[in-house]
């Protein structure tokens, strides 16, 4: 049986505590989420997070890379349009505030949820990749970033298209600037081997 490094358990354990939290947030938000179609990428997510954590527990009770589930891509197939072109500017975006009580939850809570907390869970799960020195574990590990960054997408199409995630824009001459103010970097020669740079 292989040993597992201190950071490996302790990224696996962040990364499942993070699972379940995000499982049991998606199961609370569900009920609220009145669009048939928020429904359906709801139900996906969540089949697809719970065989994700459940793969994630398997491979840490085998502890090890000769003997680990080998990562499944592709499991879930996103309902996301090759030909999306995002909603560019603000549309008259509404004041946001806090709800005052749980009946004024809605469609546009609902979606913005699962847009940060897949948004949040990506970035933990690929710090935890950086970290992994088990190459299998490394493997999963980032096959999950992946797909959290997925059903962050996909979530964010959701919301783009209905209006309730904006993308604000800059200036055409401000947003150049910024743009025009990197310069491609200098190729540096390649030496010889033996040889060394002064």
């Known amino acids: 049986m292989n040993t597992l490094g201190a950071h490996e358990v302790l990224e696996l354990h962040e990364v499942l505590n993070d699972a379940i939290h995000g499982l049991n947030t998606m199961r609370l938000y569900r009920p609220y989420a009145q669009d048939q179609q928020l429904q359906a990428m709801m139900d996906r997510q969540i089949n697809a997070m719970v065989m994700e954590y459940n793969h994630m527990v398997q491979t840490a009770h085998q502890q090890g890379g000769s003997q680990a589930v ?94 309730y995630y904006q993308v604000p824009t800059l200036k055409d001459t401000t947003a150049n600037t910024f743009m025009h103010a990197y310069g491609t970097a200098q190729q540096a020669p390649m030496h010889q081997h033996g040889t060394h740079m002064m």
């Open 70 to 163: 080998p990562a499944r891509r592709g499991q879930m197939q996103m309902q996301m349009p090759q030909s999306f072109q995002p909603t560019y500017g603000l549309r008259n975006p509404q004041t946001q505030m806090p709800a005052g009580s749980v009946e004024e939850i809605d469609d546009v809570d609902v979606t913005i949820c699962l847009v940060n907390c897949h948004k949040q869970t990506a970035g933990l799960k690929m710090k935890a990749t950086l970290e992994m020195a088990n190459p299998a574990l490394r493997q999963m590990m980032q096959t999950a970033a992946n797909s959290s960054a997925d059903m962050a997408y996909e979530s964010f199409q959701y919301a783009n298209h209905k209006g």
